[in-house]
Every structure is written in C-alpha cells, then in structure tokens.
C-alpha cells in the first residue's frame, strides 16, 4: 500500500541573508545591516523629535528662547506647583535665578548687530520706495524696521551696562556679591551710572526701549500680514495651508509672541500688574513663538539637520 504525500500549501519566505554565511560575512555587509537598524529606530521614532531640537539649538537666539521657556516654567511652577517656603519653590526660584543671569551671555555685544540692521533697514526703505513709492507697504516696513533696529541697539546698550553694574566694572550704589565683605557704609553711583540717572532709570529706559521695538515690530507685522492675506487670496491655491512656510502662520505666530511679550513688560514698567504665575505662562507662550520662529530660520536657510538616504535606499534608486 503506497500512502500519497499530503501536497504543502504554503509559500516559501525567501531566506534572509545570514551574517555568517561566506557571502555575507564581509564587514561592508555588516555595516548596511547595523546601519538599517539605526534608520528603523532613530529616522523614525526619534528622528523629528532630535532633528527639531538641533535646529533650534542651531543659532544663538533658538538657545536663548530654549532657556527663556525652562526660565518661565521655573517661574510659573515657583507659585502654581509648590507650596509657599517649601524646597522645592526655592529650587525653582534659583533655576529662574540662574537662568535670568546666564541669559545675559546671549546678549552680549547685540548693540553692534543692531548697527548694521539699522542700515539694512534703511535699505530696505529705499528698495521699496523704488518699487512701489513711499506709502507702499515695503517702503513703511522698512522704516519701521529702522526704527525697530534703533530702538532694539539702546535695549541691549542698557542691559549691557547694567550687567556692567552687577559686576563692578562701573560703579553704583549695588554691591556687586563678590564685593560686599568690601564696603560698611554707604556706596554712591559712579559717573556712568549717575550721567544714567541710577540703576532703576536704567531699568525703566531698558524696558521702554524693549516696548518700543516691539510696537514698530508688532506694526510691520501687520502690514506683512495684510499684505500675506491679499497675496494668497489672488493666487491659484487660494485659502489653503501652505505648511509651516506660510507667511499667513509665520505674522500670526509673531504678533502673537510680541502680544505676550508686550504685556509681560507692562507689568514690569508698573502700568498693569499681574501674578507671578501668570508672568511665567506669558514666558513660556512668548518663548514658544520664538523657538518656532528660530526653527523656521534654519529650515529655510537649510543650515540644519538634512534626511540620511542609507545604502540599500541608494542601491535601489541607483
């Protein structure tokens, strides 16, 4: 009696290429391996989320707004996520301590940029009032950048001399802290101070000169807006979403910051106080803006991070 085999109905996977095999194991073949492993786990999962944190540590200013964020979570957290007197509300105020003075780094010599910006903007008057004479809004963006520019050199001018101040390179009647064990009496300003009318002048004329820049950078943004609105109206995809290089998000994202931003410094000046929670929430949203800002600078300028074709991918669209 022959018994009849039973006919095997399933398919065969094809055999994956073995390490160990005398055709593979050469180390190139090793590497395409490994490197296939890094794509699946890194390019994908990981990828965006480090990508988007190198492009925005890419410049100066993304560092500065990435430490502005941590500096207003700090202050918001002090009163809405400790209690009064406890360890962990003196720890968040020193984080916002600390970080408040190593900010300051980030601003040094910005008056000199400012110099050149001022005559960029005068550039950019002349340019638009070639093109399209002087009410047009080109030619007005740019004196408002001017003015902007101007107004933005005495902020950092201020804020320089008062880091001066804290540390004693020019005199006033603050003990800087490594100076303190030095003095038992009374300390007068020095001649630069004086000429400044004191440290709280200076801190007033700093923070009028930072809502000054802000009002000719939240009207540009308006015309920039007006004009962004007019602009993708007319044309063929009129109404639709052009991506995070859509002009009408990046005004919008702007004035929004500068909102914040305007309103945390008239409660510094003293025209319409609010809580230390609510300070820290205007930080955070005001950083925020500026880290997307920043983030969009490096993506257009293609100064960041780029996508890795790895060499299987390569060999296939060879």
């Not at 700090?74 to 720890?91: D, N, Y």
């Not at 880290?291 to 969009?296: A, D, K, L, T, V």
Request: aromatic share 12%; charged share 20%; glycine share 8%.
């Amino acid at each position: 009696m022959v018994m009849k085999r039973k006919s095997q109905s399933y398919c065969a996977l094809p055999a994956l290429p073995s390490l160990t095999s005398p055709t593979n194991a050469s180390p190139t073949n090793a590497w395409e391996t490994v490197e296939l492993g890094v794509s699946v786990v890194y390019d994908r999962p990981l990828g965006a989320v480090f990508n988007f944190l190198y492009d925005v540590l890419q410049f100066s200013s993304g560092r500065d707004k990435l430490c502005a964020l941590i500096q207003g979570y700090a202050k918001f957290a002090s009163v809405a996520l400790s209690k009064p007197g406890s360890e962990t509300q003196m720890m968040y105020r020193g984080i916002e301590d600390s970080l408040s003075d190593a900010r300051k780094i980030f601003r040094f010599f910005k008056e000199y940029r400012e110099v050149y910006k001022v005559r960029r903007g005068m550039h950019r008057f002349s340019e638009g009032v070639s093109d399209g004479g002087i009410l047009c809004i080109p030619a007005i963006c740019g004196i408002f950048d001017t003015l902007g520019h101007i107004a933005s050199f005495f902020y950092y001018l201020l804020d320089n001399l008062l880091w001066a101040a804290s540390v004693g390179i020019v005199r006033s009647k603050e003990v800087p802290k490594f100076q303190r064990q030095m003095w038992d009496g009374l300390r007068r300003n020095g001649a630069v101070i004086s000429r400044f009318g004191g440290i709280a002048n200076v801190k007033r004329n700093k923070n009028l000169a930072s809502i000054w820049r802000l009002v000719f950078g939240f009207s540009a943004n308006c015309l920039l807006l007006k004009r962004a609105l007019e602009l993708c109206s007319s044309s063929r995809a009129a109404g639709r979403f052009q991506g995070p290089d859509d002009p009408r998000l990046f005004h919008s994202i702007e004035l929004l910051g500068m909102a914040a931003n305007f309103r945390i410094l008239r409660s510094k000046l003293g025209y319409s106080r609010m809580s230390h929670a609510h300070l820290g929430l205007l930080a955070m949203l005001a950083s925020a803006c500026g880290i997307w800002s920043n983030w969009r600078k490096v993506v257009r300028k293609k100064c960041g991070t780029k996508n890795f074709v790895t060499t299987v991918d390569r060999r296939r669209s060879a």
